[in-house]
Each structure stands twice: as structure tokens, then as C-alpha cells.
């Protein structure tokens, strides 16, 4: 296969040879523990879910907010964590926020209120915002390679899929005999491992001329994103209002203030002309657009095996388990699968199986059998392996090395934004629906308001009631959530299609490139 790769953006340098560096694998092992640390605390908040609902005894708007202002946080200051990487230094910015992270990590397990939940998780957000960037970026530096870097995302990649499946796993056995809070205590240990290890095996690299951190760029970036992503969630719940509008209006000028700003610094925060590359624009999109569209099921796929098919935390995370095993494997792969044939057919082939299974779930039903659920899932997570680890290496191949926090930081920024979009927009759709169930006859007027607030209050509800009453209410309120989950898959489907069709035009032509002597 010739060596051909796609153009270089404006400022990225032509592939040259370099010295592999002694204990890349072994530092890659401590990059994956940084990733192991986020993965895991992201899929046990969905497992602790129900149990919030029951202690903390959240509205279903604070139930939202539990569930997205973490991403809201994060996708705010990802591109100014990871230019601050990219100056500083991304070993110091990857130790420091993985103590943050950890001793925040305090604060949620000991949250006594819905609104001290809320902030407990918005400061983890600010935490998270350093360790993702850091890893992909310390990955550029290390692998001088084009093969060893992508196999070292695909591994990347994978820690984080096998997290996910780690972490219900884990948090299912730590609910069924502990309290809620146990689940996000299990990232101590894993930040004592990554900071006593790290900081002796990880490499120091920072840009050697970074210029200065832009203060008001920082302030408009983070300013910018999350008032665009709040008008999305309020107007997907409430409606389109005046307040609404406004703060979307000053989200979108704080936004075109940024974008102008960095195109005049000398020292941009982020290098907006990265983006006239469209193998770079193409990817991040794709990334964008697929979170968004798995972000419903995956928040709600857990209260659906617990709270409709009364399945245990731990069995409910096991249940979960194929995603991931299909993520590790396809994952690996994807670096080789993508020279083999192309860019553009292992992405938008990927996007395109997801799209289809979510499809599936469209016929889902209260008792629908596991050997349909775990195929959905094995395929969704095949789908997610191959496109977002090949995505990650085209938007990481696409950037001098100096500039790799910032390039890792767009790259995050998406999955979060996507994700943070998704909740408010699918998660609206699942709400709503949700909350014009029928209540039964019989049913006390405080009893049937708790339970149009969450599936969980549901529960929590028809346990106060006589059997038979109670029987009446927990089953139509399953069944209009299953319902709301149903038609929030449907809208996944249709844009995970789409994105599948637009990133194979969108990525014609794109290739990985060669590894030195391929």
C-alpha cells in the first residue's frame, strides 16, 4: 500500500522519522488508568441513578442536571485545559487534575441534597477537564509512529470501553452492599496508582513557544458553550422563551467573539485554522453527532434494566457488558481495518451499524428478551470501536505535536458537547413522554406528582400504596418511559444515519498514515 495521506492543515509539519522513545508502553499503561478514572465514574452515575432519585429525592429537571451539568462543565474548558497542557506541561496538568478529580470525588459520594449533588458534579466537570486532553496528547508525543499511535489509541480507546464495562460492574456489586455514595469513592485508588506511577514514568512534553494563555478567550470559550448548551436543554423542556432566546443569542456572540479573537492573537488558545482542514472539520463532527445520538439510550438504558426489568444493580451492569466487549475488540482493530480499506468506509460503516441498532430498539417492550438487548449492544459497541478510535487518530495525525492538547481538547469537547446536547434534547423527549402517563384511580394527589418527577420517585411511590394501586401506577409509569425511550432511540437512529452519510463524503479521500519503513 503506497504511503499517501491527506493534506496537512496550515502549520503541521510534514511526517518525519523519529527515534521511538524508550517506555512508551509502560507510560501508555498509566494514560490508560487516566481514562479507566473518567470511564468508570461516567457509567456508574447512570447505575446510582435510581438510588438518587430515592435518597436525594431530585425533581426530574434536577435528575437532568445531576446527569449533564458534568458535561456542560467540561465541554467549557476543554480546549483552555488543553492549551493549558500544551503550555505548562500535560505530565503536571494530568497529575494535578487527577488529585482534584479524586479528592472531589469525595464531595459526591457525600452529597446530602440535590443541589449539592449538582455542584459536586460540576466540580468534577472542572477536574475532568484536565485528564482527557492531557492523555491523547501525551499519546501524540510518545508514539512517533503512525502504527504505533494508532494502535496506542486504539488501546486508548479501549481502556475507556472497558471502563464503561468495568464501572457497572463494580459500582452494581458496591450498590447491592453499600450505599450509593461507595460508587464514587472506587476512583481513590485508581488516582493514587495514576499519580504515584505517573510521575514516575510519564514525560514531561509542553509546547516549546506556547505564548501566553488568553484570559478573556478562556472566559468567552467557556462563557460561550455553556450558554448555547443551557438555552438547548431549557428549550427542550420548557419551550422557547425570551430568557431562553437571550442567553442562546449571548452564547452564539460570546462564541463569534472567540472565533474572531483567536484568528487575530498571535498565540491563539486554539488554532482556529485547523478547522480548513477537512479530514479534521469531518471527524469532529462525526464525533459531535454520534454522542449526541447514543447519549439517550445510554442514560436511560440502565433505569430501564433496573427499575422496568427489576434487574439488580449488578446484574443490570453485567447486562451491559457486550457494548464493551465489542468497543475493546473493534477498537484494536480499527488502525489496521482503516489502512486496509479506507477512512471513510470504517467510520461511516461503523456510524451506520450503530444507526441500524438503535433502529431496532425502536420495537422495544417493557419485557423485551436480553438476547435482543445484548446484540443491540454488541453491535453498538462494534460500531463505536471502530469510528470514534479512527476519528481520534485522524484529528490527532492532523496537528503538529506542539499542538496536541489543544487538537485532543476539540476532540473531547465534542464527545462532551455531544453528550451534554443529547441528555437535554433525547433525555427532554424521555421526560416529557414520561410525565403524561395515566395515573390509576385511587392514587393520592402527592403520591402521583412524585411520581411524574422520575421513574424513580415511581417506585418510591407505589411502595406507599396498597399492592394493588401501587401495582397499577408503577406499571403505567414503566410503560409511558419505555415509550418516551422508544421514540428517543428513533430520533438516535435517524441522526447516527445521517452522520454516517455525511462523514462518507465528508472523509473521501482521508488516510492514516504509514508507519516509518510501511
Not at 503536571?92 to 449538582?118: C, D, H, K, Q, W
Not at 417493557?366 to 453491535?379: D, R
Amino acid at each position: 500500500m503506497t504511503s499517501r495521506t491527506s493534506p496537512p492543515p496550515p502549520g503541521a509539519p510534514a511526517p518525519t522519522e523519529e527515534a521511538p522513545r524508550p517506555g512508551r508502553w509502560l507510560a501508555l499503561a498509566v494514560l490508560a488508568l487516566a481514562v479507566l478514572l473518567v470511564a468508570v465514574d461516567a457509567t456508574v452515575l447512570g447505575l446510582a441513578t435510581p438510588f438518587l432519585s430515592e435518597d436525594l429525592r431530585p425533581s426530574g429537571t434536577q435528575l437532568l442536571w445531576i446527569g449533564d451539568i458534568y458535561s456542560f462543565v467540561i465541554a467549557g474548558l476543554l480546549v483552555s485545559m488543553g492549551s493549558l497542557g500544551d503550555r505548562i506541561g500535560r505530565k503536571r496538568l494530568l497529575l494535578t487534575g487527577s488529585v482534584a478529580f479524586g479528592a472531589v470525588s469525595v464531595f459526591n459520594a457525600y452529597a446530602t441534597s440535590p443541589e449539592m449533588m449538582i455542584a459536586a458534579r460540576a466540580l468534577l466537570g472542572v477536574a475532568g477537564a484536565t485528564l482527557m486532553p492531557s492523555t491523547l496528547a501525551l499519546i501524540r508525543n510518545l508514539f512517533h509512529d503512525p502504527r504505533e499511535r494508532s494502535l496506542a489509541i486504539g488501546i486508548w480507546g479501549a481502556m475507556a470501553s472497558a471502563g464503561a464495562a468495568v464501572g457497572p460492574v463494580v459500582g452494581g456489586f458496591l450498590l447491592e452492599n453499600f450505599w450509593w455514595g461507595s460508587v464514587f469513592l472506587i476512583n481513590l485508588p485508581v488516582m493514587a496508582v495514576l499519580v504515584l506511577v505517573g510521575i514516575k514514568l510519564l514525560p514531561e512534553s509542553r509546547d516549546p513557544a506556547p505564548g501566553p494563555w488568553d484570559l478573556l478567550s478562556v472566559i468567552l470559550s467557556m462563557a460561550g458553550i455553556v450558554a448555547v448548551v443551557y438555552a438547548v436543554k431549557e428549550g427542550a423542556t420548557h419551550g422557547l422563551t425570551w430568557p431562553v432566546a437571550l442567553v442562546a443569542a449571548a452564547g452564539a456572540l460570546a462564541l463569534l467573539w472567540f472565533v474572531r479573537r483567536q484568528l487575530t492573537l498571535p498565540s491563539p488558545l486554539l488554532n482556529m485554522r485547523l478547522f480548513h482542514h477537512r479530514g479534521f472539520s469531518a471527524a469532529v463532527m462525526a464525533d459531535l453527532l454520534t454522542v449526541l445520538g447514543l447519549s439517550g439510550m445510554v442514560f436511560f438504558l440502565s433505569q430501564f434494566l433496573q427499575l422496568v426489568q427489576d434487574r439488580s444493580p449488578l446484574e443490570a451492569g453485567l447486562a451491559e457488558l457486550p457494548a464493551a466487549v465489542g468497543a475493546v475488540t473493534a477498537g484494536l482493530l480499527a488502525g489496521q481495518a482503516a489502512r486496509r480499506w479506507s477512512v471513510r468506509s470504517v467510520v461511516a460503516g461503523g456510524l451506520a451499524a450503530i444507526g441500524l441498532s438503535l433502529a431496532v430498539l425502536i420495537r422495544l417492550e417493557p419485557g423485551t428478551a436480553y438476547p435482543v438487548l445484548g446484540a443491540v449492544l454488541l453491535v453498538v459497541g462494534v460500531g463505536a470501536g471502530f469510528s470514534f478510535t479512527v476519528t481520534a487518530d485522524v484529528i490527532l495525525s492532523s496537528v503538529p505535536k506542539e499542538q496536541a492538547g489543544a487538537a485532543a481538547a476539540v476532540s473531547e469537547t465534542a464527545y462532551e458537547l455531544g453528550a451534554a446536547l443529547g441528555i437535554a434534547l433525547l433525555g427532554s423527549i424521555v421526560t416529557g413522554v414520561y410525565r403524561g402517563f395515566a395515573v390509576p384511580p385511587g392514587v393520592p394527589v402527592a403520591q402521583a406528582t412524585e411520581a411524574r418527577e422520575s421513574l424513580g420517585g415511581a417506585v418510591e411511590s407505589a411502595g406507599a400504596l396498597p399492592a394493588d394501586t401501587g401495582a397499577a401506577l408503577l406499571g403505567s409509569a414503566q410503560d409511558s418511559f419505555v415509550e418516551g425511550l422508544r421514540i428517543a432511540s428513533g430520533a438516535g437512529a435517524v441522526v447516527l444515519l445521517v452522520t454516517a452519510a455525511a462523514a462518507w463524503f465528508m472523509l473521501r479521500g482521508q488516510r492514516l498514515e504509514e508507519g516509518y519503513g510501511g
